[in-house]
């Protein structure tokens, strides 16, 4: 219990001796994660996973995250997002890609989507909250104005904001997304484990913050143009675009090579992907890579 209760002090005095804490939040929280096709995350996933009585060995460990918004689509009056959420070990090992609808509640004045995201259901209560487990929220709210300037490329003060309870913690850039997060809940099982997301990249809007840990779309042709496909998701048949001739092949995410056709230099060429199981697949074409969901 001595980590849980170092965590209650520690915010405890950031609730008493923060000077704004009690501040109400007056930003549109559709900027705490910014949905825009193109946006781009990428983190450092840190868990900590100590040897324990039940757990003989240190299991922790550092995953990368790329989190990238595919293409918006509406439904009813709600613009929903589809977000690539790839995940790799430090030394490049493939985890998982899964592909998230993520959107703006409007309801719930909050952005709802996966991992991270989903800590943002917490913005339109942050002084408490009736869901279930309250204690996941943010009673304590503050700002604080020095944040690794570096990251942003000035050497002025950066203005954040802090989202505090007595089991986790999240910092966000208004405009750019969630900076930082993380925290543990040591009564909620037998190890005293925790888990911490660091932003290392970002860029929004089409300008960069921070560097590169997580590359996964091959480098750009010569002017520029990457291998192109629409739609994107696809329910059926796809056009695909090059800047050369040769074979596109598709894969799916075990790597398996699934279909392959021949493209003409500069041409277009389809793709029947309605008899592939849902899912997410790549495309390859002279050293460039896409990324396409089949629903």
Same mark, same amino acid.
């Not at 825009?36 to 781009?40: H, K, S």
């Not at 060995?57 to 460990?61: C, R």
């Not at 042709?221 to 291998?227: A, C, H, I, M, N």
């Given at each position: 219990m001595q980590s849980r209760t170092l965590l209650a002090v520690a915010l405890t005095c950031f609730l008493v001796y923060s000077g704004r804490a009690q501040d109400p939040d007056t930003l549109d929280p559709r900027g705490y994660f910014p949905l825009?096709?193109?946006?781009?995350w990428e983190y450092a996933h840190d868990l900590y996973r100590p040897v324990t009585v039940d757990r003989p060995?240190?299991?922790?460990?550092t995953l990368l995250e790329r989190h990238h918004i595919l293409r918006s689509y509406n439904e009813g009056d709600t613009t929903f997002y589809d977000l690539l /959420?790839?995940? =790799?070990?430090?030394?490049g090992t493939p985890v998982s890609v899964d592909v998230y609808k993520v959107w703006y509640d409007s309801a719930e004045a909050s952005v709802r989507g996966p991992s991270i995201i989903s800590w943002l259901r917490c913005l339109d209560a942050p002084?408490? %909250?009736?869901?279930? %487990?309250?204690?996941?929220c943010w009673p304590f709210v503050g700002r604080d104005e020095v944040y690794d300037p570096d990251f942003f490329g000035t050497e002025a003060t950066v203005e954040v904001k802090t989202f505090s309870s007595f089991v986790y913690g999240m910092t966000v850039k208004h405009g750019i997304g969630v900076l930082s997060a993380g925290g543990g809940c040591e009564p909620c099982s037998p190890f005293d484990d925790s888990e911490y997301w660091t932003l290392k990249y970002a860029n929004i809007g089409g300008r960069s913050y921070g560097a590169v840990i997580l590359a996964v779309d091959g480098p750009p %042709?010569?002017?520029?143009? =990457? /291998?192109a496909v629409y739609p994107n998701p696809i329910s059926g048949t796809a056009t695909i675009e090059t800047e050369g001739k040769g074979q596109v092949e598709v894969f799916d995410i075990l790597g398996r090579k699934r279909a392959s056709v021949e493209s003409e230099a500069g041409g277009k060429v389809q793709l029947d992907?309605?008899?592939?199981?849902?899912? /997410?697949?790549? /495309?390859r074409h002279a050293g460039q890579f896409r990324a396409v969901v089949v629903r």
């Open positions: 825009e096709v193109g946006n781009t060995q240190d299991e922790s460990e /959420l790839r995940v =790799q070990k430090e030394d002084y408490g %909250t009736s869901d279930p %487990t309250p204690s996941e %042709t010569s002017d520029g143009r =990457q /291998l992907f309605g008899e592939f199981p849902a899912g /997410l697949y790549v /495309l």
